[in-house]
């Protein structure tokens, strides 16, 4: 199974600053035959569902503000969110979608 | 608009079975890989099984491998999970998503349901 580890566990961060969450994969998630990477990053608030925000491990999902940025390759990952505002106060988590099963990793709160 | 409604969740025995469904609506279902994830309460996110656009691929947690089962019906624009043998650590909010692809290994989840508790308890 590929191990997904996400650092920090929990973040605080002022409204208009940046926030870095990273997530490492125990092998890689790149698949040469397409030069894609099978990673995702979803928000989740309280009492509500997991939200798509990336995929590809860069590409936006529609409607996603383009604060939101993802970066990496291979096992080494980064989501970052550009000019804090209040409502991106969730939980992130990254998945590897490369191999069954596909795991997720263990979340990052992130805080005001 | 895509709608993915869970049902079937509630309070059972340890040991017993239970069925979730989820109705699908506002995209074309049978074009569609779907999936089920849990959370146990306060914690993260946890896989649980995936099925194929035609059912021809299906895969599972090593947790629920041989208890639980995918299935779906695509004249009916629903996807379900038969847990049976079901234990303490089942206990979770079980989502029902949607894949970007016909097949899964070839996109993440677009769309979540809501979720539905089940509990496991004597």
């Known amino acids: 199974d590929i191990v997904m580890t996400q650092s920090p566990d929990s973040l605080a961060v002022s409204l208009g600053e940046r926030a870095t969450i990273s997530c490492k994969s125990s092998?890689?998630?790149?698949?040469?035959?397409?030069?894609?990477?099978?990673l995702a990053w979803f928000q989740q608030k309280p009492g509500q569902p997991p939200k798509l925000l990336l995929y590809?491990?860069?590409t936006r999902d529609s409607g996603v503000p383009d604060r939101f940025s993802g970066s990496g390759s291979g096992t080494d990952f980064t989501l970052t969110i550009t000019s804090l505002q209040a409502e991106d106060v969730a939980v992130y988590y990254c998945?590897?979608?490369?191999?069954?099963?596909?795991?997720f990793g263990q979340g990052t709160r992130l805080e005001i | 608009e895509v709608r993915l409604v869970e049902s079937g969740g509630g309070l059972v025995q340890p040991g017993r079975s239970l069925r979730l469904s989820c109705a699908a609506s506002?995209?074309?279902?049978?074009?569609?890989?779907m999936h089920w994830v849990r959370q146990p309460p306060g914690k993260g996110l946890e896989w649980v099984s995936g099925?194929?656009?035609?059912?021809?691929?299906?895969a599972y947690g090593a947790s629920v491998k041989g208890r639980f089962t995918i299935s779906r019906d695509n004249a009916k624009n629903s996807l379900y999970l038969e847990m049976n043998n079901l234990r303490p650590e089942d206990m979770a909010v079980y989502y029902c998503?949607?894949?970007?692809?016909?097949?899964?290994?070839?996109?993440?989840?677009?769309?979540w349901g809501q979720g539905m508790l089940v509990i496991v308890s004597s």
């Open positions: 998503a949607k894949d970007m692809a016909n097949n899964f290994l070839s996109g993440s989840f677009d769309y």
């Open positions: 092998q890689s998630v790149l698949y040469r035959s397409d030069n894609k990477n099978y």
């Open positions: 506002g995209f074309s279902f049978s074009d569609y890989a």
């Open positions: 590809w491990a860069s």
């Open positions: 099925v194929s656009w035609n059912s021809r691929t299906v």
């Open positions: 998945q590897q979608y490369y191999s069954t099963p596909i795991t």
